[in-house]
């Protein structure tokens, strides 16, 4: 048959409804058609799932179809105007923008749009946040740096003892800053990353030589660092440099909430293909209702686990970014007062065919 669009011709085999209803299909937007009498008369596959109707609703009243009385009210208000009506709805599990217009022409009805925003509106929060969060952590030390100078100046400078203390202070203020920009930066690097992980070996022995820069931690609060390795655990298949960030990550987690004279204990083994990394401390423990988001950017658990150069609450971070990179898998077990697990499950490196081991 000919179809016209805009003066010119073209010819398809199938009806043209047929046409529009495979566009639609594959359209993140639906289209919804409800005639004068609230029949609804044409509804896309996108529309009927973004409204939660059954799959039969054409040629049926949208009044018995749709419990929502938002609905409703919308398309009877559009029937009335010839203004586009726009409104945004939160569902139990979707938010929707929704578009309603009458329809030129006598008895024909009102046509509504309605899109899934549900990730758009995710990512808006998540900036959000993230702004919030950024500005929160860089006010405090900022906030601590300038106090801190306004009494050097204000004489402090004259007395040794208590201005080689603020200049202390200061420098560690500086150093929390410098670490998280560090760590955004990081973050924003594996986030930006399309490159596949190399498929180079990476020996336990490697990740563990990265604990070495905390020796300085770990001693001071006289902590008991154990390694459990047996032999012939097979290297992981990866990157060593980002493998070591998230040993290291876990590590400096590990000892800021472990009091001193605790364990902590770094695991490793081959479980079924893979190479099972575990870190186990005798902290103060995480409460089960923080378990869910410790891996989220900036997130501190409660006041139980603060202490002081607790650090920027990136590290857990970091640490689920380069294990998804590398096809793996974490998550925490915990329990408060009994100290905390983190179980990292990688890929083991496996010798191409043909390859000496």
Request: charged share 25%.
């Amino acid at each position: 048959m000919l179809a016209h669009v805009d003066g010119a011709q073209w010819t398809t085999a199938m009806p043209l409804a047929d046409v529009l209803a495979e566009v639609l299909e594959g359209s993140d937007e639906g289209l919804l058609l409800v005639d004068p009498d609230g029949v609804i008369r044409f509804a896309s596959p996108t529309a009927l799932r973004h409204l939660d109707l059954r799959t039969n609703s054409v040629g049926a009243p949208i009044a018995e179809c749709h419990g929502d009385y938002r609905l409703i009210r919308m398309l009877t208000a559009a029937a009335r105007t010839e203004e586009v009506m726009e409104a945004h709805w939160s569902t139990a599990d979707r938010e929707l923008s929704v578009r309603a217009r009458r329809v030129p022409g006598p008895g024909a009805g009102v046509l509504l749009w309605v899109r899934d925003e549900t990730r758009m509106r995710h990512l808006e929060k998540m900036r959000r946040d993230f702004i919030s969060n950024v500005s929160h952590e860089l006010r405090t030390p900022l906030a601590a740096m300038r106090v801190m100078t306004e009494t050097l100046e204000a004489g402090a400078l004259n007395d040794g003892p208590a201005a080689q203390e603020f200049v202390h202070r200061i420098g560690l203020e500086v150093e929390q800053m410098s670490q998280m920009v560090e760590e955004l930066l990081e973050l924003s690097a594996l986030e930006g990353e399309q490159r596949p992980v190399p498929n180079e070996p990476v020996p336990i022995v490697d990740l563990l030589i990265a604990v070495d820069r905390l020796r300085p931690l770990i001693e001071d609060k006289e902590i008991n660092l154990v390694f459990d390795v047996p032999a012939g655990t097979p290297p992981i298949r990866g990157d060593v440099t980002h493998l070591q960030h998230v040993l290291r990550n876990l590590v400096h987690n590990a000892v800021k909430f472990t009091p001193n004279g605790g364990t902590i204990t770094i695991a490793a083994a081959e479980v079924d293909g893979e190479v099972e990394l575990r870190c186990i401390d005798t902290g103060v423990g995480i409460r089960s209702e923080d378990l869910a988001r410790i891996f989220e950017r900036f997130w501190k658990a409660d006041s139980s686990r603060r202490r002081d150069g607790e650090g920027s609450g990136l590290g857990l971070a970091i640490v689920r970014h380069v294990v998804a990179a590398h096809n793996g898998a974490i998550r925490a077990e915990s329990e408060v007062g009994r100290g905390t697990t983190f179980v990292v499950l990688l890929p083991a490196w496996e010798a191409p065919a043909g390859a000496s081991a």
